[in-house]
């Protein structure tokens, strides 16, 4: 670990814009879904990325692990930038770098068997496994993600959600990645194969020190894993912090309103509803808002607002950069805990 | 999105139904027709027999044998004919698919996975062809060409890649945004390891049920050139030709042009409920 | 004019087997284009008529040969082009010259006349470079126009003539309307009009003649007679025409220069079994190398079918094994041509010869006919003057080297045949190379084909003609 | 729209481009010489080549093409030799009858082939489906030479219902329409009942369903809208195929269209009816294409030029 | 549990539901039985392909292709839905019976305007005029709370947000005044902003017309916001039903204690999640007896072979467990499956 970034940060994103273009006649039109993302994932940590659907999250996902071209900004993995590295060296840095989709069933070729898809990488990689020493490893890397070696020879459509899930978790693993992208990855589950998933992914974190990049739109779920949340709207972070702080003392009045809206176990039909409801429609990333992006929906909205766009930066008595002029630090609607506390 | 929208695993394959298998049973009977035919009851395109011309299904010719299908109208006995074309008209109709479908596969499979300007100049290309009224084409080309059965191989061939191309290129377009596919790419898979581990499995099937559908019609585009006066060499005997050769006896002796047209019509019949059951065994949707 | 133009009431529906496709007389590439000459000759007039195996009086009322090179012709009097204009001699003279402008199979016809002239209003005077005896035929094929039309290309499309019929509408190879000439100088026509349209497929047009949609379908090929025949309503009448098939060797081509060769060839066929089979009565065998009814015509010994001979003299000429040579042909050239090359291939396999079948497109043989790119070929002719001068006089001389066969003594005989004025002279003199040709066998000449017209019953007045082009202003309904 | 639109007519005059240079390149390429048929087999060398020159067919290829594409530019694609007249003309005068020939078997394709594709669509996997499904493939399987010499011994000389060929109107046209419209009633069948079947199963017809909405409506209003997309687009693709390829009907049927126009010109080597045929009949099917596109945007409402 | 007494408003009994026929079908929904009380909100919640969707569809008639009731009987306002012919089925639904769907991007047809839509019901069922049938229409988008309703009548389904779209399905749904909703996975579709906003018309529309309510979820989040009833499924049968606040504080089921285990809520300041082990049987290959024994804690070898009966328990709840007096009072399990991992 020792080239590093200097704050020790394994994946550094900085400035990053991406997006699409559309093409209309000869004139390009870019629509910017991820637009000045900063965010750092240290070794062997977790952070996670929320937000409503649309704000950008796959968009960054794929921006940070090179299958989208970003627009401009930095991402920087393990020291080097890698918008500027060879092909040679992206390619090498892909062994470090993986990445597990939302749908375990189209993440994977159907027409693969288990240990096929988990070898590819080292058959692109040379001598990373030398091929005898394949079918070990791979019985090796399906004990790890809880399978068995009898579903080596299976083809993805005879196992279930949960099960390719971990197949495609194993394939991650095979080159032995220091940082995963999750995109979703247990999105697509049940809760109960979704609690397996999890459990895995941590212990995956706490033996071979994976970082994660964790993003989800689900917000307990990123509670639980995540040591450190980013929140996102329309392409921008307008809250990032320590999970718990950001949980229990959310600034934005847009994560207030997101934590306000998860449904907990402790509704009742009758109780009164803790929701802050957010109006109006999500704003299309072509044509943002000015200023602050959030303006639109935002019941504490000024003139201000749609003048100056707030920059992420701790604000005082808050204890994490939020994105908002009126951040105070007083904290009004508390995400409810979970049942115990 | 939807938590609950992945199916349970693996439902059973279902099994082939019966009619591909008639479909696959008749296709290898003509095949044997056109393999053994030449050999069992042989046909001399040389030979004529002017006396014996013209006779109904069932009559006995000048040397005595016994005409099943009847004679044509040089005194050739028909079913020897019609066997020794089936050999031709698959052999043309295969050929035709398999040459026009490799140039689809290359094109479509360039066009649709790399894009950008070889796709643009790929595409207008296939514009013009499919702008360019086909039949027309190969008149011309069979005209450049001049007879022989290879050159009507690739005159069909010419005026078919681009249907096998605009396949190929829509499964290529789709496979290429395919999770699986970039997933390959993330662990660093190069082009060509993409195209031919992740991309080309994808594009197979649908090359495979055009091509079927293709089979048919080449072998009734054969029969179009041969009616406009295109057709096979005159010592070869094809259904198409026999079939274009005999309409003027349609009104008189009506078994000349319809026998082998009935032939052709079967197999492209059989051909296309093969290519049905291909399309089946992929699409659970289309099993209703 | 799309397909809806219907023909006007009464008229007669007469199809011919090709399509018209331009009806400006001078245009080279219909110069001798049957189905063009057909509504010719109904649309114009010429200076003389062919009248069965006769010359007749046409514009010219008479004419005479005034020096061996001269010829004066007297014209009627009176005659009115359909645009209301009088017919005179410049307009004879405009013609003469247009035509003789024109590159067209015609060209060789007029080379030797050197000009003409407008002696009065009613006068012209040809004069020709050398004797030329079939000056008046050759002029059956000269059609009058208005002196000022003479290069107006719209009559391509609706030609102005002083013919029994005026144009009342044309689509190029689909259809010629044309409608009656009341003030016809030789009395009107006895059908107000005649629609000609053309039908591609035998089986369409045979089903309109049956179904009455048709009046007249001709030729009518021979294995479709039974189709026509047996039907109700319809009557066939038939004659030897001038078109027959043949199939020449290119003489310039081993082992073609041979005529031990040739002859053997002929009697590896047994022809006449091969007419009788394949035509039916739908053909004649032939005994010259022109139809028996053209003047000119001498009958001769016919080679007898003697496989065994043929191959001994193969052997005899050194091809104990045979050979391997090619045969081409274009499919359109006449009915059955495909049929008959094939049964005549089959026959050369009988004694060893090999010949590759070349049924090649009609713009491709052309080309190749020209440069006498070929071993053999078969295609049918048509004499279309009736005389033997324009197939045996214009095809076999070694000038023309149309076969690559080179005979100076026919060279004379043709020559003196071409400047002879008396009809009985020129026709002793192309018998003569009747013989030679057929002796020297520089082709097999196999059938005349006997023309089929196919009539509705209530048809009169109808006479078949020899040349495909029947007078259709004669013809009359019940 | 405007953007898309000239983008559209870019990408189309690029096509026709192609087009007339594929047909200019390759009817010169064809062996048999033009000259050589209008004079005939008499013709001696000094009259072939006097004819050539006329025809401007002695120059060097390049530079005939640059003459050429400048003439087309204004129209002119020269005189045809063979039926005298501009070539253009001579095309445009064939047009109407196969376009009324291609749109009346359009007609019968659609009028025919859309109820009972929906018929299908209803008993999927009944009788009717695979009698429909065999007949789609029977229909293509023969060829339509073939099938218009049978329909006419069968309704002109069997039973005398119908003329076999050209010159009686409409009734004429009935014949061939109908073998032009063969190989694609059941083609259209099978399409529109795999859509109605694609349709029916997606959640909207489930939607509509608990609305108590009847089957009737469900078919024809709420599936058959949305499967108005593909049938269009076909329906498009079917008139320029249908004009392109009426070659064989309009000789079968002697009908007076641009098919038997262009074999006609073709066998005789008329390179400037042949390139005016085959420019007009691309140009037909780019329009029909463009024509097509803009449909799909009214039918549609989910596209717009920006995302199709 | 149930305690109105007057006849349930939609009830299934003993439902079953197979797919294929004869020897070959497999059942996927084996012998549900619920009842829909007016005023009252039942939830349906079981994992993925455990036969929500199918019971719910079935009180509608709507099964898809392949599927049919192999038994028992489905009956809306007390009559036996078995009987009816398709134009009695019709009638029935929209009016007595309705549905909002899971995905409102593809519950709507995309190639008519929302408006049309909506009005839809009221001129083809209610045979009211253009204009009339528009009037209603834009008021009742206006109940459903979709802003500017006059101009988003002509808009088409692509031009709503998903919210928005959601609401409209909701109008169709309500547009005949049934006396019954269903609704499957109504928010699943959904970003949880809206997805509350959803949620609280839902609650809003049923307690105003007084609607019987089946909402079928997997997340019991959204479940405890709307239903005061619950029903568990598992591979098909209903392990456990009660009122929601019985169920939710003590499980008697180990399959609903798993289940609300596994939620991350329940886990907050632990390190992991208290999974369950394994994954929900095919329905061709559920196993014998009780068909959640290979996944529990408290099998025992009576499991495997006999399969429990739905028992009312003490608390009136009902369960189908033999061990539900252990696993409410929590005593360690003791089989020989416990925690077996397959
Ligand atoms: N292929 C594309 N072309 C154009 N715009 C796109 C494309 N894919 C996504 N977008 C737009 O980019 C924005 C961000 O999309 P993205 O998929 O990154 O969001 P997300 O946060 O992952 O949403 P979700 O939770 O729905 O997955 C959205 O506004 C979306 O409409
Ligand atoms: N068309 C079908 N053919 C065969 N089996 C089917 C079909 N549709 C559903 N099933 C099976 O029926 C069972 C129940 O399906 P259902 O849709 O009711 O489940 P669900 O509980 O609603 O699940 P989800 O949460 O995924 O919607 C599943 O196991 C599924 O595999
Ligand atoms: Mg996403
Ligand atoms: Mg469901």
Redesign the pocket.
Known sequence: MSVEARDGALLKVEGLHA??V?RVGLARHR?P??AGVDLAVPAARTVGVV????????????AVVGLRAPFSGRVEFAGRDLGTVSRRERRRLARELQMVF?DPFTALNPRMTVAELIAEGWRIHRGTVAPADQAAETARLLGLVGLGSEHAERRPHELSGGQCQRVSIARALALGPRLIVC??AVSALDVSVQAQILNLLADLQEELGVSYLF?S?DLDVVRHLAHEVVV?Y??TVVESGPTDEVFRNPQHPYTRALLSAVPSLRDRPGLPSREIPLHGD?P???TPPSGCRFRTRCRLATEHCARETPPLVPRPGVGHPVACHYADGAGTTAYPAGNGS | ?SAPALEAPARARRRTPRRTWIALGVLALFVLAGLLGPVLHPYDAVATDLPSRLLPPGSRTEDGSLAWLGTDQLGRDLLANVLAGSRVSLVVGLATVVLGGAAGLLVGLVSGYFGGWPDAVLSRIGDVQLAFPSILLAILLAGVLGPSLTNIVITLAVTRWVIFARVVRASALSARELEYVNSARLLGAGHLRILLRHVLPSCWQPLLVAGTVQVGLTMVAEASLSFLGLGVPVDEASWGATVSLGRDYLGSAWWISTVPALALALVVLCVGAVGDAFRDASDPRAQL | GTGSGAAPEGALRAAFGQPVTDLDPYKANTAVDEATLIVKRLVFDTLVRREGEKLAPGLARSWERTSPTTWVFHLRPGVRFHDGSRLTARDVVACLKRTKSVESAQTPLWEPVVSATADDAHTVTFTTSVPLGALPVNLTLLFIVPARLAADPAQSRSPVGSGPFRVAGFTPSTTVELERNDSYWGGRARLPAVSLPFVAETSSAITALRNGDLDLLWPIPPDQLAEVEGAGGVRVETVPSWTYYFSWFNCSRKPFGDPAVRRAMWQAVDVAGLVRELFGAGAERMTAPIPSTVLGHRAQQPYAYDPAAARRALRDAGFPRGFRTSLMWFDATGPLARELAQAMISAWSEVGVEVEPQSIEKAQWLERLNTLDWDMNLQTNTVTTGDAGFSVGRLYTSKANRLGYANPALDAVLAKADRAADEDERSRLYGDACKTLWDDAVGIFPATLVTAYGLRRGLTGFTPAANNQPELADVARR | MTRFLLRRTGQALIVAWGAISLVFVIVRVVPGDPAALILGPDASPAQTASVRADFGLDRPLAQQYVTHLGEVVRGDFGDSWRLGGSAMANTLDRYPATLTLAVLALVLTLAVGFPLGMACARRAGGVLDACVSALSLVGQALPSFWVGIVLILLFARGLNWLPSTAGSGLASAVLPAVTLAVPFVGWLARLVRNGALEEGGREYVRTARAKGTGEGVLQYVHVGRNIAVPVVTVLGLLLGNFVANAVIVEVVFSWPGIGSLMVDAITNRDYAVVEAAIVTITVTYIVLNLLVDALYFALDPRLTPENA | MTTAHESPAAEVRDLHIAFGSGRDGTDVVRGVSLALHRGRVLALVGESGSGKSLTSLAFMGLLPAGARVASGSVRVEGADTGEFTPRQWRAVRGTRIAMVFQDPASALNPAFTVGWQIAEPFRRRLGDSRARAREKAVALMETVGIPEPERRYHAHPHEFSGGMRQRAVVAMALALEPAVLLADEPTTAL?VTVQAQILRLLAERQRAAGLAMLLVSHDLGVVARLAQEVAVVYAGRIVEQGDLDTVYAAPAHPYTRGLMDAVPEAAAGEPRLRSIAGHPPDPGRVPDGCAFHPRCAFATARCTTERPLLRTLADGRRAACHHAESVLAGTAPGGPYGGSDL
């Open positions: 997006g699409y559309h629509v879904a991820v937000g409503e659907s649309g704000c950008g999250k796959t968009t960054l996902a794929r939302q995109d979703e993003i739109h996102m329309v392409g999500v299309s990333p072509a | 999105m | 970003d």
